[in-house]
């Protein structure tokens, strides 16, 4: 498909506005938001029926801290410095990451609550200190990542910064879109459904100005004097680009993402010069926990052999376990710590009275087991844990009959995947080519960039939607600022 149109090829324009967003999710729709507050006429084109995007579809937990913390985390008590927070970004994911990117958020990120607040979504002051992947007690604070494991305490303080909407569990999203949506009407943005931008407009000096939607087999030529902002999700829904760019997960993933995921606005990003980076990265999620007792298991490979601290969360296990020879992975328990997961179907690949039993029922290399256990047992009774460093609190010798294998093979469980990649952006929204240098007139936001979260092995449960909401604003007042052009 030709995405780009030439503006000297079009003999008349069907409409003019100021900004374009392409797509009505949390990011589309806080840029829309912030760009009509600034006072530009702005046009929301949604290809689905409704608003809501991937956002709506989540429990909108957001990942904030910084400045001393939110509001939410000073009224429970817990101080958050800027610092604490940016290390901890950093620690996660490293070379990945984009430091101004990260810089500009964690000073930002605790205005976002209060923007958030302010939108009209509601927050508990309650903390959760329970281990779960969403709060079902109503509370709206909790740990989400990796804050209270190792190597991450040792380099941060651990602080809880998984913010949720009060009394929404896993409908959070559905809160924050209601909020969102109100808000953009009020405003006065223009949305119009249905409709799939198919195509950017540019001009002889490379600027975009305008694209081609098509409704109902229709294509409208449409203006945009400002730019146009693209935020239609990633591209996990698109099978020819995940099994291009993350062949590795492509056959095993249960894709999590809506409908939309398939990659528009990166391939339209990539066509008017931009470029791609970090394609190869997804989140791949392994919930090992709930029942929060399960965390004192091990997880071997088919060596038997520990890999991780199985304190982690539940995106840093999908990492480490995609990086093992073969995909089968199991969780070794006892007796007295064993309950079915809550939200993985697995199955019991041995059980027996020792060790030795349940090694040669899975058919295990001899001894493996029984020497990972035993080492690990050792060093738990102390409270201590020399290869991996669990938190003490989950240490505990496992020694109770009978014992379980259970199986966490990726072909069989099946686990969420979404996409990580996307256009590189600069932190204000701008889209940048190979030089890096500004494409003038396009911007993007949300999953269709390379935001924060870079790799599955730092992730936490709502650094995607703390993303998407706060540099889909910042994007907004970005294009906003821009002059109008005369063509």
């Known amino acids: 498909m030709q995405r780009i149109v030439k503006l000297d090829d079009i003999k008349q324009f069907d409409l003019t506005t100021d900004v374009i967003v392409a797509g009505y999710g949390g990011a ?61 970004l950093m620690a996660c994911f490293g070379d990945h990451a984009d430091e101004s990117r990260v810089r500009m958020f964690v000073d930002g990120a605790a205005e ?3 923007w958030m607040e302010a939108l009209g979504v509601r927050y508990k002051r309650g ?19 990796n804050e209270k494991s190792y190597p991450f305490s040792e380099i941060a303080a651990p602080v809880p910064r998984g913010h949720l909407p009060a009394d929404a569990g896993h409908e959070g999203g559905l809160r924050v879109m209601a909020a969102l949506t ?33 409704s109902s087999g229709t294509d409208t030529y449409i203006r945009a004097r400002q730019g146009v902002v693209l935020c239609t999700g990633g591209f996990i829904m698109n099978e020819a680009m995940t099994r291009r760019h993350i062949p590795h997960l492509d056959a095993i ?44 298991g091990i997880f071997v490979n088919e060596q038997g052999q520990r890999f991780i601290n199985e304190d982690i969360y539940l995106a840093r296990l999908g990492h480490y376990a995609t990086l093992q020879a073969s995909d089968k992975i199991y969780m070794f328990i006892d007796n007295k710590h064993f309950e079915r997961p809550a939200y993985m179907k697995t199955e019991l690949v041995a059980v027996g009275e020792t060790v030795a039993e349940v090694e040669r029922e ?88 390379a935001g924060i979260p870079r790799t599955s092995k730092g992730y936490a449960s709502g650094m995607s939607v703390a993303d998407v909401t706060f540099f889909g604003r910042v994007a907004g007042r970005q294009i906003a600022r821009q002059p109008r052009s005369a063509n």
């Open 28 to 88: 589309g729709g806080c840029s829309a938001l912030e760009a009509r507050r600034a006072g530009s006429e702005v046009l929301i084109l949604e290809r689905a029926s409704g608003a809501g995007g991937s956002t709506m579809m989540s429990a909108c937990e957001m990942y904030l801290g910084g400045n001393g913390g939110t509001k939410l985390q000073r009224d429970l008590g817990f101080e958050d410095s800027t610092e604490n927070f940016y290390n901890y």
């Open 362 to 449: 899975a058919g295990l290399p001899e001894g493996a087991l029984q020497q990972t256990v035993a080492y690990y047992n050792k060093f738990a009774a102390e409270g201590s844990d020399p290869l991996f460093h669990k938190a003490s609190e989950w240490l505990q010798p496992l020694e109770t009959a009978p014992f379980a294998l259970v199986s966490y093979r990726l072909s069989e469980i099946k686990p969420f995947v979404f996409t990580l990649g996307g256009l590189e952006v600069l932190p204000t929204g701008e889209v940048v080519n190979p030089d890096r240098e500004v494409i003038p007139g396009l911007y993007a936001a949300g999953r269709t960039v």
């Open 112 to 114: 976002h609550f209060d």
């Open 182 to 214: 109100a808000r953009v009407a009020e405003a006065g943005v223009k949305v119009q459904y249905d409709t799939r931008v198919k195509q950017l407009i540019q001009d002889e000096s490379g600027r975009i100005c305008g694209v081609v939607a098509r």
């Open 127 to 145: 903390f959760f200190p329970g281990r779960d992947v969403v709060a079902l007690t109503g509370d709206s604070l909790q740990f989400t990542g």
């Open 253 to 296: 993933a249960t894709r999590h993402g809506n409908p939309g995921d398939v990659g528009d606005g990166i391939l339209l990003g990539v066509a008017a010069g931009g470029q791609t980076i970090n394609m190869s990265e997804a989140f791949v999620g392994i919930a090992h926990y709930p029942p929060e007792q399960l965390t004192f």
